[in-house]
């Protein structure tokens, strides 16, 4: 009789201890995923960290369009199908008198980004 106590204490000891939790369901987005709004954004403020006024800005057509001296800017913000957001930088015009001014754009809208 002892022993039949003492195998249903020790049975019961381990399946204590055998306890399986469920996952909790959860959807999970992309680490840092843009959102078209964050991205306008990002777009409108790095034109002014670069000193490029903004002459348009169309929400509607994603489209922001600056000047800076001789050179135009334009930001094209899009959103895609995947859920994902595209976004375009251009230059226009005497692009010589300041060939770096497309890479910096690109690094303030990155920085605003948080890349």
């Known amino acids: 009789m002892s022993r039949r106590i003492t ?3 020790c049975a019961a000891a381990l399946a204590a201890g055998c306890v399986a939790y469920p996952v909790p369901p ?5 680490p840092g995923a843009a959102s078209f709004e964050r ?11 670069q000193g490029i006024g903004i002459t348009t ?9 600056g000047q800076r001296g001789g050179i135009q800017v334009l930001g094209t913000v899009r959103a895609q199908a995947d859920g994902s957001v595209r976004v375009q930088f251009d230059t226009r015009g005497n692009t010589a008198s300041d060939p770096q001014l497309i890479e910096r754009v690109n690094r303030s809208y990155d920085a605003r980004m948080g890349r």
């Open 39 to 49: 991205s306008w954004a990002a777009v409108q403020q790095a034109f002014v960290d």
């Open 26 to 30: 959860a959807v999970y987005g992309a």
């Open 57 to 65: 800005a169309d929400r509607a057509s994603g489209l922001i369009a």
């Open 7 to 9: 195998a249903s204490w």
